[in-house]
């Protein structure tokens, strides 16, 4: 095991800059998740920690060596693909062995670190079977296999649970908690997954554009976002964004309703973005004065709860309300904002702002 040093890391194609100056220090045996969307530059910035992609400026270092200009196969880390790039022709036991038979591992030495890995994975009844006789999850413990059997210093996984059905990426989501827990190898893995980056992490990059938004744990990155892009990436539903004139004790929605700002607040008078989870807006019980009523365009069933996609004025909110009776289309139900969860933000950077 080792921690991961990412000093000022920047890549450019060209004229292009990807990653814009990465600044990260991962502890020995830490659980990190790089998230983001499409073309934000997470498997980008996985690649460089690979030795996959040449870094532009910066320094990479896996434990007290900079790796810059070191080879991917003398880094010490093993990759888990999205693809899981297995060999076809070979059974189970070849492709989890065949890191090591190339590295001239005596046979017995490659029976026990493969038979070990098996027993973690529940692949013991598929060794010698072939890739294609397998389901999509079993192939996916088998290239985690492969990489276990290498005992890295460094786990990278790149978004390998995409190609799986949405019941297997849940059992998949655990099989990897569980084997993170029982190996505590230092791990690095990237999605686009919010739910997988919430439960997996032990911190998160939020990656937006390059730039690494936000550095946090989970809690940290839900309960404080930095920006308007975290708190509307992380979360689902997506944070809303309301503008609020504050002038006072009280901010001015655009819809003419007013609310009260928490007990403590000391911001200039102006307009400002103020950010609200859906789930910390309730229905207002009856005699309870609402602080706003909501024209709900669509009522969204979930079972357990219903999502009111509606409107304040011209701007959109979402709600997230117990299930019950009685929500349609063009209803118009009370709600009260909880002040204390309300999150304020620069209108023009998005940045957070401190009160």
């Not at 991917?72 to 070849?94: C, G, K, T, W």
């Not at 296999?145 to 059905?165: H, Q, Y």
Request: glycine share 10%; charged share 25%; with cysteine.
């Amino acid at each position: 095991m080792a921690k991961v040093t990412l000093q000022g890391v920047k890549k450019n194609y060209g004229a292009v800059r990807a990653i814009h100056g990465i600044d990260m220090e991962i502890a020995d045996g830490e659980f990190i998740v790089i998230v983001g969307p499409s073309g934000c530059g997470k498997s980008t910035l996985l690649r460089m920690v690979a030795g996959l992609e040449a870094i532009t400026e910066g320094t990479i270092s896996i434990g007290d060596r900079v790796v810059n200009q070191v080879e991917p196969a003398e880094r010490d880390i093993a990759m888990v693909f999205q693809n899981y790039a297995l060999y076809p022709h070979m059974s189970v036991y070849e492709n989890m062995s065949y890191g090591l038979r190339i590295r001239g591992m005596d046979k017995a030495g490659i029976a026990t670190r493969v038979q070990r890995a098996a027993e973690i994975l529940q692949l013991q009844p598929y060794l010698q079977r072939k890739p294609r006789e397998l389901s999509g999850g079993q192939r996916q413990r088998v290239a985690m296999g492969r990489a276990i059997v290498r005992e890295p210093s460094v786990f990278l996984f790149d978004e390998p649970l995409s190609n799986l059905d949405a019941k297997l990426r849940v059992q998949m989501r655990l099989e990897i908690k569980r084997l993170h827990a029982q190996l505590g190898v230092t791990s690095i893995y990237v999605t686009h997954d919010q739910v997988e980056a919430m439960t997996l992490a032990d911190r998160l990059v939020v990656m937006n554009l390059g730039r690494a938004d936000q550095i946090g744990t989970p809690q940290d990155v839900y309960n404080r976002p930095a920006t308007t892009y975290v708190g509307g990436f992380i979360g689902s539903p997506a944070m809303n964004f309301v503008t609020g004139r504050i002038a006072g004790p009280q901010a001015r929605l655009a819809d003419g309703s007013t609310l009260a700002l928490p007990a403590g607040w000391s911001v200039p008078d102006g307009e400002y973005s103020l950010g609200i989870r859906p789930e910390d807006i309730r229905l207002a019980q009856p005699g309870e004065a609402a602080t706003l009523q909501l024209d709900v365009d669509v009522a969204e069933e979930l079972g357990a709860d219903t999502l009111l996609h509606g409107r304040l004025a011209d701007q959109e909110l979402v709600v997230r309300v117990p299930s019950q009776a009685g929500f349609h289309d063009r209803s118009r139900p009370g709600l009260v904002i909880d002040p204390a969860r309300l999150h304020l933000f620069d209108r023009e950077s998005g940045l957070r702002i401190a009160v």
